[in-house]
Antibody, heavy 122, light 108 residues
């Protein structure tokens, strides 16, 4: 059974930093690209960042570029999101998510973690 | 950025009725690169459809997807009580991968 378990969320002041972690199990983590997505309260889903299996390609949404850094440790089956210079509008539930297995279908998400809440507030 | 617009915002229907949800893209999307998700309150989204019309593992056949170009549709043939939820479409083709704002299917 595929499991993605996020941790690291919490309350942080504007301008602060936070590091999210996601531990994966139930599949060969090193073979799959991964994503971080987020959802502000009552809002739509927003893709945040993507990393290929070998970390050779990385993409960011414009809203987080230059502030967030995605990384992974395949030996630890873990995905990370370092978030710096946090702003009020970064408040959201952050999801770790696995890219789907059908390569020809693009970057769709076949498994999601339960999410971790990040609240940016003074 | 490819903006996805979903309609209607809310769909009020009764169990057993047919639901038709629309997703319109501002730029053409290859039909291989359109996905649909279901989300219930307090839960993570769940994949329903990928490549516009392929059902994900374990998804009942009352859910079907169709469309091409800029217009895509998710159809639920007969609503079951567990189908009342919010549905999102996503273009999966190129970064930034974007989502629609969602359609809420509520019990009438």
């Amino acid at each position: 059974e595929v499991q993605l378990v996020e941790s690291g969320g919490g309350l942080v002041q504007p301008g602060g930093s936070l590091r999210l972690s996601c531990v994966a199990s139930g599949f060969t983590f090193s073979s799959y690209s991964m994503n971080w997505l987020r959802q502000a309260p009552g809002k739509a889903l927003e893709w945040v960042s993507f990393i290929t299996s070998s970390s050779s390609s990385i993409y960011y949404a414009d809203s987080v570029k230059g502030r967030f850094t995605i990384s992974r440790d395949n030996a630890k089956n873990s995905l990370y999101l370092q978030m710096n210079s946090l702003r009020d509008d970064d408040t959201a539930v952050y999801y770790c998510a696995k890219k789907g297995v059908v390569a020809a279908a693009g970057n769709y998400i076949d498994y999601w973690g339960q999410g971790t809440l990040v609240t940016v507030s003074s | 950025e490819n903006v996805l617009t979903q309609s209607p915002g809310t769909l009020s229907l009764s169990p057993g009725q047919r639901a038709t949800l629309s997703c319109r893209a501002s730029q053409s999307v290859s039909s291989s690169y359109l996905a649909w998700y279901q989300q219930k309150p307090g839960q993570a989204p769940r994949l329903l459809i990928y490549a516009a019309s392929s059902r994900a593992t374990g998804i009942p056949d009352r859910f079907s997807g169709s469309g091409s170009g800029t217009d895509f549709t998710l159809t639920i043939s007969r609503l079951e009580p567990e189908d009342f939820a919010v549905y999102f479409c996503q273009q999966c083709g190129s970064s930034p991968w974007t989502f629609g704002q969602g359609t809420k299917v509520e019990i009438k």
